[in-house]
């Protein structure tokens, strides 16, 4: 096989060629979790990003697939060469062909030139696989050849590259369900299932929501040059109570809604978007997710009471404890 490694100083080369890399911005991330599940999870990514194996993330729309993709990136002792994500589902298929595998000129009407693919702008770096579900059959098995040895050919040509680069692969689908339904190729499928995580969704790691919460609003604060954005207890209640379909992405921009809407420090209800105030039994989420801890359920059913009480002592009632403890639990727990 005429295998060609063109890439010496791959970084430099890329400049030098316009095809600059995914640009990877520097973005702040919570990699912290109360969540006990979610928290070994994030461990074992850290160590297992300092490996060269192949990372499948599942995972809800939503739940941090992409920036943890990123943050494999920048964990990886690839962390100084590119980063180049790959949409399966943006391009059409012959599109997203040229885009991966590039092409020489010549290869196809308007192919006035060579151009090198995204995989060659990843050498010596990560190259993030999104959606890869949506992958179109047809290009399942020129995947499966490049995953297996890194090998590929640019459309029109029938000289081998070959490139360095990790392979982080996401998708919001179940692989194995679409592998059952016959969409995705079962040898690909376990190519790429070397070390899987699921990122669970939102209403899975109800501990988390606060946290999060927190930690965003002292950004926001410093961002938007405010003292110290807080949550009221009733607008903390809503947030827990709230399902999160969209996961940390729509706490994530709720929160930047409300410290715009935000008429002082203190966040309401009012400054929440409808859908995660007006709750119905439908969209409260389970009391206590698998996991949490005792003390985290009592301060999540005194926010959600306190939300849903005109008054302390109607509070107190529906959670059967007089008004003196429910005062010394609010504070014991930093609660208003
Ligand atoms: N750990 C985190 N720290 C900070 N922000 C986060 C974190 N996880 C997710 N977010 C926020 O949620 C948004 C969505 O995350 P991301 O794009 O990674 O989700 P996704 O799982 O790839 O979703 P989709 O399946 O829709 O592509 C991010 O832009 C960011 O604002
Ligand atoms: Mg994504």
Known sequence: MDVQRPYGAPALELRANNMAPHELIEEELMLESRNPEMAAMLEMLERAAMGDSTILVTGESGTGKDVLARQIHRWSARCHGPFVAIN?????????????????????????????????????????????????????IKFLRFVQDRCFERIGSNRTLRVNVRVVVASNRNLEAEVAAGRFREDLFYRLNVIMFTLPPLRERTQ????????????????????????????????????????????????????????????????????????????????????????????????????????????????????TTLWRKRRHYGIG
């Open 88 to 140: 399966c589902t943006t391009l059409a298929e012959h599109l997203l062909e040229d885009e991966l595998f590039g092409h020489i000129r010549g290869s196809f009407t308007g192919a006035v030139n060579d151009k090198p693919g995204r995989l060659e702008a990843g050498n010596s770096g990560t190259v993030l696989f999104d959606e890869i579900a949506e992958l179109p059959t047809s290009l399942q």
């Open 208 to 323: 988390d929501i606060l946290v999060f919460a927190d930690w965003m609003l002292k950004r926001l604060s410093v961002a938007g040059g405010r003292r110290d954005l807080r949550l009221s207890p009733e607008a903390a209640a809503a947030l827990i109570g709230y399902r999160w379909p969209g996961n940390v992405r729509e706490l994530h921009n709720a929160l930047k809604r409300a410290a715009d809407l935000a008429r002082s420090e203190t966040i309401t209800p009012d400054d929440l978007p409808d859908s995660v105030i007006h709750r119905n039994s439908a969209t409260v989420a389970a009391p206590a997710a698998h996991g949490t801890r005792l003390k985290d359920f009592e301060r999540e059913q005194i926010l959600r009471a306190l939300a849903q009480s005109s008054t302390l002592g109607q509070a107190a009632a529906t959670l059967g404890i007089n008004v």
